[in-house]
């Protein structure tokens, strides 16, 4: 499964982002997807998870209430709405989608199989 993550760009603290993650079957062969950040001189950290049966979303608690995950199904696209973007939240981000079990929580890299490229996120104050 290749993916494609794309809309980081820079933006002013408060103001907001949409990025997008496609991928050929992405939406339809996942067992959950995923959305991580990578600050420099980090380490990864997750953002955000939806679990593709169940649906059911959860968010890292520094982007609880600021940031949405939803998916289109009929386009294949996984999105992240990202609103008052914060300069904490500038990172490199990326998707991520697991196609099978693995005993891993969806908030460990370890969880996922495939991984985009990563989208550049800078937000100043």
């Known amino acids: 499964v290749q993916l494609q993550a794309s809309g980081g760009g820079l933006v002013r603290a408060g103001e907001s982002l949409r990025l997008s993650c496609s991928g050929p079957?992405?939406?339809?062969?996942?067992?959950?997807i995923g959305w991580f950040r990578q600050a420099p001189g980090k380490e990864r950290e997750w953002v955000s998870y939806?679990?593709?049966?169940?649906?059911?979303?959860n968010y890292a608690d520094s982007v609880m209430g600021r940031f949405t995950i939803s998916v289109d199904n009929a386009k294949n696209m996984v999105y992240l709405q990202m609103n008052k973007l914060e300069p904490e939240d500038t990172a490199v981000y990326y998707c991520?989608?697991?196609?099978?079990?693995?005993?891993?929580?969806?908030?460990?890299?370890?969880?996922?199989?495939?991984w985009g490229q990563g989208t550049q996120v800078t937000v100043s104050s």
């Open positions: 991520a989608v697991a196609v099978s079990f693995r005993a891993y929580r969806f908030d460990q890299p370890r969880r996922y199989d495939y």
């Open positions: 079957s992405l939406t339809l062969e996942a067992w959950g």
């Open positions: 939806r679990g593709s049966r169940d649906g059911i979303r």
